[in-house]
């Protein structure tokens, strides 16, 4: 049983750039978060999907955008990168609602803005 | 407003000896509360969870909690620390229907031979 896979593993983008990075969920799981790490910090809830929509946002600006796909995986996209942005992004999957639910997390991507 | 805060950044113990890593929370409704473990370059790992019942939880690696509500604290212990428990630990509390964690900055566990 596949846990949470997320892919790419490392990626270096250019400030200004744009970047997509990619979650599967666990199987069985239908609900997707996903966290920014920054070094040294706990990581920061961006925004959650369930059902294809996006149910739930934390304190990032609108160049942080997301999709949820019908088979439950799902995208996190980051338009005019910044400096900032530079931090380990972590995706994670749960099942139906419910804070009884364990959460599972991904190995992360690493996203270094040069 | 919701928080998490763990108060020790860094701790560094001998391999055998006991542990314990603090935790306190602030949240408005029925705290369910979580500690997960991150070994460098690595994502996060579920060691324990409380959502309700017996306050002493108990988890993988020999690790356990007790919920205080009294104090607001979720601290994780061990009792004999092993060099490969070396790695930053996180205190997360949740809630509601959208399972939405809040992280404190976490404790960086160092383990003398």
């Known amino acids: 049983d596949a846990g949470v896979t997320q892919s790419p593993t490392h990626l270096i983008k250019t400030r200004g750039q744009q970047v997509t990075l990619r979650c599967s969920p666990k199987?069985?799981?239908?609900?997707v978060s996903w966290y920014q790490q920054a070094l040294g910090q706990g990581p920061q809830f961006i925004f959650q999907?369930?059902?294809?929509?996006?149910?739930q946002r934390g304190n990032f600006p609108d160049r942080f955008s997301g999709h949820q796909f019908p088979n439950y995986s799902s995208e996190l996209n980051v338009n005019a990168l910044l400096l900032g942005d530079s931090a380990l992004y972590l995706c994670?999957?749960?099942?139906?609602?419910?804070?009884?639910?364990?959460?599972?997390f991904g190995e992360g991507s690493w996203l270094t803005v040069v | 407003a919701q928080s998490v805060t763990q108060p020790d950044i860094h701790i560094t113990v001998s391999e055998g000896a006991s542990l314990e890593l603090r935790c306190n929370y602030s949240?408005?409704?029925?705290?369910?509360l979580f500690w997960y473990v991150q070994s460098p370059g690595q994502g996060l790992q579920l060691l324990l969870k409380?959502?309700?019942?017996?306050?002493l939880v108990q988890g993988i690696k020999g690790f356990e909690a007790e919920f205080k509500r009294s104090q607001s604290s979720f601290n994780l212990r061990k009792p004999s620390v092993h060099w490969s428990d070396a790695a930053e630990y996180f205190c997360?509390?949740?809630?509601?229907?959208?399972?939405?964690?809040?992280f404190g900055t976490g404790t960086l566990l160092a383990v003398q031979p």
């Open positions: 199987s069985g799981h239908d609900t």
């Open positions: 997360a509390v949740g809630g509601g229907a959208t399972n939405k964690l809040i």
């Open positions: 409380y959502f309700s019942g017996d306050t």
């Open positions: 994670a999957s749960s099942g139906r609602t419910g804070a009884t639910n364990t959460i599972y």
């Open positions: 999907y369930y059902e294809e929509e996006e149910r």
């Open positions: 949240y408005g409704a029925t705290p369910y």
